[in-house]
């Protein structure tokens, strides 16, 4: 057998133990007594969440590592998977609006303090996207001191800055990006990154609707946290707010002239 063989052992490996499915498959423990059978869809839908939230975690990473070499076109179709994944974390929201409130309620109790807004992994990619505002900082400080995932990702420059420096390194600027004659690579990054946004705002509006379909506008989330009206305000966060400062420009009194000279 040679020592460089990667496939010693393959031919033991079926779906169930590369998936290690018996382990996954007993990780869901409803609290409930006697077991609500809506309980097994919560616990589901946010342990899948927090599976594709460690699939984006590294998606980021990979989008930065090519933002920080300079590589356009590889960062294209990185943001272009990221973009994916964040559809699909959004779209399994809409298997909780089956959830009717009333028979959360028969549940909830026994969630005890847990909240989403605990969620490590989400966090991590707020802050790795580029949240730096003080409404997110003062959220994190009030669940004590942030774990290392959010301080690591908090420490390094916002993929903002990074798609900056890119168009520094190419002699570009976001309003050449947008009047040249043809897309180019980092014009495309740009429309991904600014899709990444939108995608990511549409998880938290969907997220606010569900809140507020199953306990009401107005009720406080568990945990303490302030529930629908919290989860309202970021809303409007923005990862990239020059990517969205750009667009005004071409319908103001400041509007870039295009490369033939028409404004």
Same mark, same amino acid.
């Given at each position: +057998?040679?020592?460089? $063989?990667?496939?010693?052992?393959?031919?033991? !490996?079926?779906?169930?133990?590369?998936?290690?499915?018996?382990?996954?498959?007993?990780?869901?423990?409803?609290?409930?007594?006697?077991?609500? @059978? $809506?309980? &097994?869809?919560?616990?589901?839908?946010?342990?899948?969440?927090?599976?594709? =939230?460690?699939?984006?975690?590294?998606?980021?990473?990979?989008?930065?590592?090519?933002?920080?070499?300079?590589?356009? +076109?590889?960062?294209?179709?990185?943001?272009?998977?990221?973009?994916?994944?964040?559809?699909?974390?959004?779209?399994?929201?809409?298997?909780?609006?089956?959830? @009717?409130?009333?028979?959360?309620?028969? =549940?909830?109790?026994?969630?005890?303090?847990?909240?989403?807004?605990?969620?490590?992994?989400?966090?991590? !990619?707020?802050?790795?996207?580029? *949240?730096? $505002?003080?409404?997110?900082?003062?959220?994190?400080?009030?669940?004590?001191?942030?774990?290392?995932?959010?301080?690591?990702? &908090?420490?390094?420059?916002?993929?903002?800055?990074? =798609?900056?420096?890119?168009?520094?390194?190419?002699?570009?600027?976001?309003?050449?990006?947008?009047?040249?004659?043809?897309?180019?690579?980092?014009?495309?990054?740009?429309?991904?990154? *600014?899709?990444?946004?939108?995608?990511?705002? &549409?998880?938290?509006?969907?997220?606010?609707? &569900?809140?507020?379909? !199953?306990?009401?506008?107005?009720?406080?989330?568990?945990?303490?946290?302030?529930?629908?009206?919290?989860?309202?305000?970021?809303?409007?966060?923005?990862?990239?707010?020059?990517?969205?400062?750009?667009?005004?420009?071409?319908?103001?009194?400041?509007? @870039?002239?295009?490369? $033939?000279?028409?404004?």
């Amino acid at each position: +057998m040679s020592p460089h $063989d990667t496939t010693a052992g393959a031919d033991s !490996i079926d779906y169930g133990s590369y998936l290690a499915l018996d382990e996954l498959l007993r990780l869901q423990h409803p609290r409930s007594s006697p077991v609500h @059978p $809506d309980e &097994l869809l919560f616990i589901v839908v946010h342990q899948s969440s927090e599976l594709w =939230f460690k699939v984006i975690l590294q998606e980021i990473d990979a989008l930065v590592g090519a933002l920080e070499r300079g590589e356009t +076109m590889y960062a294209v179709l990185s943001v272009r998977r990221l973009n994916v994944l964040t559809r699909i974390v959004s779209g399994q929201l809409s298997a909780l609006d089956t959830l @009717p409130p009333q028979h959360f309620a028969q =549940f909830r109790g026994y969630l005890g303090s847990s909240s989403g807004s605990q969620s490590v992994q989400f966090r991590a !990619i707020e802050a790795a996207s580029g *949240l730096r $505002d003080p409404h997110f900082i003062k959220a994190l400080e009030e669940h004590g001191e942030p774990p290392a995932a959010v301080r690591r990702a &908090l420490e390094r420059p916002t993929l903002q800055e990074l =798609f900056d420096r890119l168009l520094a390194r190419e002699g570009a600027t976001l309003e050449a990006l947008y009047t040249g004659p043809a897309p180019t690579p980092l014009f495309l990054l740009a429309e991904g990154l *600014l899709e990444y946004e939108q995608q990511f705002a &549409l998880w938290r509006f969907l997220h606010v609707q &569900l809140v507020e379909r !199953i306990i009401g506008p107005g009720t406080g989330g568990t945990g303490g946290t302030l529930g629908a009206r919290y989860l309202a305000r970021t809303v409007s966060q923005r990862f990239f707010p020059k990517l969205w400062e750009v667009r005004g420009k071409f319908f103001g009194g400041d509007r @870039p002239t295009a490369v $033939d000279g028409s404004r």
